[in-house]
């Protein structure tokens, strides 16, 4: 049981896409060198971590079907344990929005904010070498999202690079429902023949622009044709993208199978949504976010 007087904490864990991901060789540790740039979006689910009691919890609404012990959030919590030495036990409560493996972060973004709550951490200040240590033995993503939310990564995408301006986007998200292995795809990609892929310094630009239509005509993922492959409704998602009205440009979001539209407006975003529900699809019009965590509510001296 946690103690009444225990601190609480409340954070927004955003989504985010990859709007440019260029995948290298594979290294010898089993990795890709990538150079990625990143954005948040404002669809985010709600963690809630409080901290004290004896043991650690975590709960996820709706369930997730693995056990406990699978679930990042968890192994977060541990790491906290780990490297700062503490005993104390903490529980933690996640409200899913972001849909799980598919392309969005979302168990990334969410191990992200247990960190940041057991951490005393508060998004806008540099992380300790001891924090972003943890997030990056967790996963490629996790880094990312403790900080600014349009960043250029690279190493195996957990390393920052450079922040960039977030610019505005109007984004409409689509999941067609079936599932890309991360691993499965990876062996894919090294198993095909590829063109080199773009700098990324067309994609940096658009970004410094603010402009939409240059962020669109910029947007580039190497995973694409290796998850199609193995998923062919990404590629039917993605036609269906591109052929919506006030849509700029469309891209997968990771390995997928999400696919993302920029669009012209919100009301473009939210039209393109509602007509990809209609024909049995997940969908949800977002849009860009100034930061991959956003404190809501804190208590009891956790993050004041």
Not at 33 to 50: G, S
Not at 60 to 88: H, M, V
Not at 164 to 170: A, E, G, K, M
Request: one cysteine or more; a negative charge; aromatic letters at 4%.
């Amino acid at each position: 049981m946690v103690h009444p007087e225990a601190g609480q904490v409340r954070v927004l864990a955003h989504a985010k896409v990859n709007l440019f991901l260029a995948v290298g060789q594979r290294r010898p540790d089993g990795y890709h060198d990538v150079a990625t740039v990143m954005q948040a979006l404002r669809l985010a689910d709600t963690v809630t971590v409080v901290r004290g009691g004896e043991g650690l919890r975590v709960s996820t609404e709706p369930d997730l079907g693995i056990p406990e012990e699978q679930n990042l959030a968890f192994a977060a919590a541990l790491a906290w344990r780990g490297s700062s030495a503490r005993t104390d036990g903490a529980s933690i409560r996640i409200v899913k929005a972001i849909p799980a493996g598919a392309g969005l972060g979302g168990g990334s973004a969410d191990a992200a904010a247990v960190l940041a709550a057991l951490w005393d951490w508060r998004p806008g200040e540099e992380p300790s070498s001891e924090l972003m240590s943890a997030a990056a033995g967790l996963g490629a993503d996790v880094p990312f999202f403790l900080g600014a939310g349009t960043r250029l990564m690279g190493g195996r995408g957990d390393e920052p690079i450079e922040v960039l301006p977030t610019p505005r986007l109007h984004i409409a998200l689509v999941n067609p429902g079936a599932a890309v292995p991360t691993g499965a795809a990876y062996a894919q990609l090294d198993r095909t023949i590829r063109r080199p892929a773009p700098g990324i310094e067309e994609m940096s630009a658009a970004v410094r622009s603010g402009d939409p239509s240059a962020v669109a005509a910029a947007l580039y993922n190497d995973m694409t044709e290796a998850s199609c492959s193995l998923v062919p409704e990404i590629r039917v998602a993605l036609r269906f993208l591109e052929e919506s009205p006030g849509v700029l440009g469309a891209a997968m979001a990771g390995s997928g199978s999400t696919v993302f539209a920029v669009c012209a407006d919100g009301a473009a975003a939210a039209e393109c949504a509602t007509a990809a529900r209609a024909r049995g699809w997940w969908a949800e019009a977002t849009g860009s976010a100034e930061s991959g965590l956003t404190l809501r509510e804190s208590r009891d001296g956790m993050w004041t």
